[in-house]
């Protein structure tokens, strides 16, 4: 693959995360049984990604953040015995109301793709 | 939904489909046995997508432009008897090689969402 090949195939790895990054971080705190911080979502997703994750562990913080800050989700901090407090995440209720609909257009996005690829074959 | 909430939608939409939308094009000229100009593309999209293509038909064309600049895509122009000249695109070599890691890195993307999303059943 030349250096041009190799640069537009991590662009568009960059753009395919953007979207799915904040929906599975969503998701991850709708499922838990109790307020997380981001060590331990990085950690859940590493279980879930067989593989891999496509997603590093760096960019996780700013979108958490971000999703704190808009109200999708609450956020308390923590003192660690092992080290600088831990902010812990829990998802809100409109946090709620949102992953309904990220759910809704990443299934519909998701079998569009599907279907466009699937031509190749068909 | 309150405003926030739409405005938060919109650009989870906005930036799922930056990734997909270019998986979607370069798919579809690699399926085609003729060059395709922009609103055949964009026609083909529509019978593929049940419940209306996720993406607007003016959007498609920066992509296919930026595409055919680097080398994706080839392009000639011909002219119309019903308008102005139209630009037919095909896929190159290059295209192809990009098309499928891309369509490899779909999989495992669209595997792991899906993966992340089905404990909330599971």
Redesign the interface.
């Known amino acids: ?2 250096e ?2 190799s640069a ?2 991590r662009k ?9 990054v ?3 971080l969503l ?2 705190l ?2 838990a049984t109790a307020p997380l911080y981001g060590y331990q979502i990085a950690k859940q ?1 590493e279980e ?4 891999g ?2 997603v590093k562990q760096g960019t996780l913080y700013p979108i958490l953040r971000s999703m704190n800050d ?3 989700l609450g956020s308390s901090v923590e003192p660690s015995v092992s080290g600088p407090p831990r902010k812990y995440y829990t998802i809100t209720e ?1 946090g709620r ?2 992953l309904a ?3 809704s ?2 299934m ?10 699937k ?2 074959i068909g």
């Open positions: 693959m030349t041009n090949e537009i195939v568009f790895r960059k753009e395919l995360n953007s979207g799915t904040s929906l599975v998701a991850t709708d499922q997703l879930k990604a067989e593989g994750v496509p808009n109200g999708l409109q109301e949102v609909t990220w759910k257009e990443w519909s996005t998701r079998d569009f793709v599907d279907a466009v690829l031509g190749d």
